[in-house]
């Protein structure tokens, strides 16, 4: 199973951006039923958990930092999960790195997903 992320970029603060998770693979229906989650790393941080939704898609959790600000999607014939990010701030400066999960239900807990995405920076300007 291979997850790529894309759709980081530079955008101004108070901007918004739209990343993309896109799972393939020979095996890739094993993780159909699998949350999806999103995290990143800023510069000189730890990975840290911003936000995961349910295979079900019926529920959904987020980092209070971007609550809000942040919506968490997936769409299952594509095979794509998504993450909208608004009112961008500079501290949400990071790579972003997409997730699948070992259960079906979301988790902030990094070790809960076996699958990972490459990472896409975000870039955003004061």
């Known amino acids: 199973v291979q997850l790529q992320a894309f759709g980081g970029g530079l955008v101004q603060a108070g901007g918004s951006l739209r990343l993309s998770c896109v799972a393939s693979?020979?095996?890739?229906?094993?993780?159909?039923?699998?949350?999806m989650g999103w995290f990143r790393q800023a510069p000189g941080k730890e990975r840290e958990f911003v936000a995961a939704?349910?295979?079900?898609?019926?529920?959904?959790d987020y980092a209070g930092s971007v609550k809000g600000r942040f919506t968490v999607s997936r769409d299952f014939g594509k095979r794509t999960g998504y993450l909208q990010m608004n009112n961008l701030k500079p501290e949400d400066t990071a790579v972003y790195y997409c997730?699948?999960?070992?259960?079906?239900?979301?988790?902030?807990?990094?070790?809960?997903?076996?699958?990972w995405g490459q990472g896409t920076l975000v870039t955003v300007s004061s």
């Open positions: 693979g020979r095996h890739v229906s094993t993780i159909s039923n699998n949350a």
């Open positions: 997730a699948a999960g070992r259960g079906s239900m979301p988790s902030r807990d990094s070790t809960m997903y076996n699958y």
């Open positions: 939704i349910s295979w079900r898609s019926d529920r959904t």
